[in-house]
């Protein structure tokens, strides 16, 4: 089939060379004239384990800026643009209502299938279908869906291939045969729903993972005023087939372009239906507090934390990506830097795109062991693999006073007690040496 992708961001570049690779043709657009170059030779501007290499042996996948190019031959038409959150927590529609536009201008073939792969509020395909006959000579060309995406993000591609589900929501049986013919070759159970079910599922499904973060996290903090072990809790719980062990996984909250943005959402459109979301709001606020626990935990433990020198290893919002969106290292690396802490920041990964953010603030170490040496803190705030297989009395000799603040319980409290460690967990019983010293004078 001939597939166009609009917006050549996470989604959509995922979404198309994904569907390259099973043979469709497929053209990606995007308006960032830069970041085509970039995807034109044959490389990704974002950091996605396998996405390169998709991108880069694919010749069914081509980029263009050119909305006459993308929409000629395309039989199928995805929409992947951003919604990101307004200040009431409402998605920002303006990137799809324009998108809709330029589509209604420049497809001229009947029956084309409009479909909606970016994360909407309940109603907003219906509102696509008039964006896209306002602009267009003909009134009733096309055919609108639904297909959400379930992506997580550093095993988008894994996700593709080996998904639970893909949800297909439309009114139209055309369109429902021709989408299901279109993903077959994935091998994934299809899911058929109406428009607005489809729309509701994405939202659902990303709100009760965020509940469930929020439980076991405060499951985590009741351990710790109870002298249980969260870890031995969560495997407990998960062996029950009704629960399930995934998400279960106590840590500082969670973040990224997902949970935040659609729990807010999903708060906001209760809102509209006069339906107070009781339950979402408490996991909202269980996650704002979870993600500065550890420097509360430090300030506990330190006493005076002005002029006192922290490495943090760890910027994006979990592992395998570049994604600092939402991530819990930036709160607590502002809440540390309001405390007067001198801050050294570490990542594989996503360092060029906290610079951006964090400016000037922080030092930037080139790697993890320049984040550790000579501090007198240190705050694990994502689970890379690079930090998971150091050894705590490594880490120990390195520091000036070796204090761990560890988000993501990396390392066990028996390796903690072994290296002479302070060390501080979520959900877990502190190790503690008494090792604080007085801070460095100013």
């Not at 997580?152 to 929501?169: L, M, P, Q, Y």
């Not at 239906?273 to 909202?284: A, D, G, Y």
């Not at 606020?285 to 943090?312: F, M, T, Y």
Request: proline share 3%.
């Amino acid at each position: 089939m001939n597939i166009s992708v609009i917006g050549a961001g996470y989604v959509g570049l995922v979404t198309g060379a994904c569907l390259a690779e099973i043979g469709h043709h497929v053209i990606c657009l995007d308006t960032d004239k830069q970041k085509v170059e970039i995807l034109k030779r044959g490389k990704s501007p974002i950091y996605e384990p396998g996405l390169e290499a998709l991108v880069k042996k694919n010749n069914r996948l081509s980029f263009t800026t050119d909305y006459q190019v993308a929409c000629e031959k395309a039989e199928i038409i995805i929409i992947a643009v951003g919604t990101p959150s307004l200040p009431d927590g409402s998605a920002d529609l303006s990137a799809i209502q324009d998108v809709a536009g330029k589509i209604g201008s420049h497809v001229k073939r009947r029956g084309t299938i409009i479909v909606t792969k970016s994360t909407v509020p309940v109603g907003t395909n219906h509102k696509i279908k008039s964006w896209l006959n306002t602009e267009s000579s003909s009134p009733g060309r096309f055919m609108i869906a639904s297909n959400p995406e379930f992506l997580r993000e550093g095993s988008a591609i894994h996700d593709t291939f080996n998904g639970d589900r893909i949800v297909i929501g439309t009114e139209e049986e055309e369109a429902a045969i021709k989408l299901e013919a279109m993903v077959s070759p994935f091998g994934v159970p299809v899911l058929h729903t109406s428009i607005e079910s489809a729309e509701m599922i994405k939202y659902s499904s990303n709100a009760f993972l965020a509940t469930k973060i929020s439980f076991i996290n405060e499951i985590a903090n009741l351990c710790e005023k109870l002298g249980a072990n969260v870890e031995d809790v969560a495997k407990g719980m998960g062996m029950d087939q009704r629960i399930g062990a995934s998400f279960l996984q106590a840590g500082i909250g969670y973040g990224g372009s997902c949970f935040p943005k659609d729990t807010n959402a999903l708060v906001q459109m209760a809102g509209e239906m006069e339906h107070k979301f009781e339950l979402l709001e408490s996991v909202i606020h269980v996650n704002a507090k979870q993600q500065v626990k550890l420097v509360q935990i430090a300030k506990d433990h330190v006493k005076e934390l002005k002029g006192r020198r922290a490495g943090i290893l760890g910027l994006s919002f979990k592992p395998n990506t570049d994604d600092i969106r939402e991530a819990a290292s930036l709160e607590m690396i502002k809440q540390l830097l309001l405390e007067g802490v001198q801050v050294t920041v570490y990542d594989p990964v996503a360092t060029e795109n906290a610079k951006s953010i964090l400016g000037s603030s922080v030092a930037f170490a080139d790697n993890c062991f320049d984040a550790i040496e000579d501090q007198e803190m240190v705050f694990i705030a994502t689970e890379w693999e690079e930090f998971k297989v150091l050894r705590l009395k490594t880490i120990s000799k390195l520091m000036k006073t070796p204090i761990i603040f560890d988000g993501r319980n990396c390392f066990s409290l028996e390796e903690a007690e072994e290296a002479a460690i302070d060390y501080y967990s979520i959900g877990r019983p502190a190790v503690i040496h008494s090792t604080v010293k007085k801070p460095h004078s100013q």
